[in-house]
């Protein structure tokens, strides 16, 4: 598969990354993190709001690719593993090399477990 890159620029840096290496985004104020496959963490000089429009700009039809779940996260919904609502956790893995563990609110949970059950993700 050929890779589909996007680009992060900002005032003093330039990110350019496969988006299949992009496992989660988390939004910290006015940063976002970006975190990859390889357990690499970058910091986004831009808001979540930011992030998931540039996702949607640059990716076009590739963009349904990731979920915005709550305030605080985009993830890659390839790299969902197990969404665990009595626990409020949502576990990202490749079942290989990384598992992410990441605090979510119920009522996010139950809508990510709905959209994946209805759209067989």
Known sequence: MAQQLIYFNSRDSLIRID??????????????HLVTVNKVRSCLTINLSHTEEALAK???????????????????????????????TLTLSDNERFVYQLS????????VKELIVKAKI
């Open 19 to 32: 988006i299949s290496r992009i496992v989660y985004f988390e939004g910290d104020g006015n940063y976002t």
């Open 58 to 88: 640059q990716m076009c039809e590739h963009a349904n690719r990731f979920m915005r779940i709550g305030k605080r996260f985009i993830v890659n919904m390839a790299y969902i593993y197990m969404v665990d609502i009595p626990k409020q």
């Open 104 to 111: 979510v609110s119920k009522e996010a949970l139950k809508t």
